[in-house]
């Protein structure tokens, strides 16, 4: 998958930006995984989790604020004003094309 200068690799279990690699937590990787598949859509706290847990657990919607920000960290020039991962206030998050 190709966003941008962002690409993921599912055979590898690999990441880059840019052309430099990215070490994505599994969690981490389900997540980008799944904001890569449709670039533009916004996708829910909990359709995240099920993508990255593998479940539908109350609770954990937090958690994916967490892995969104620790993501940000790895794969934006400047975290605090995020290019490829979006915010959608009061629904989740959404993948956009940075380049």
Do not use: W
Not at 18 to 23: A, F, S
Not at 91 to 98: I, L, N, P, R
Request: glycine share 10%.
């Amino acid at each position: 998958l190709t966003v941008g200068g962002l690409e993921l690799d599912r055979n590898r279990h690999e990441v880059s930006c840019g052309g430099e690699r990215v070490d994505c937590t599994p969690k981490e990787f389900a997540i980008l995984e799944t904001l890569m598949t449709e670039p533009g859509r916004t996708f829910t706290r909990l359709q995240l989790i099920e993508s990255a847990f593998g479940f539908d657990h109350f609770g954990l919607e937090r958690s994916v604020d967490v892995h969104v920000k620790n993501l940000r960290k790895k794969i934006e020039p400047d975290p605090s004003e995020p290019t490829y991962l979006l915010t959608v206030y009061g629904v989740g998050y959404k993948m956009t094309d940075a380049s």
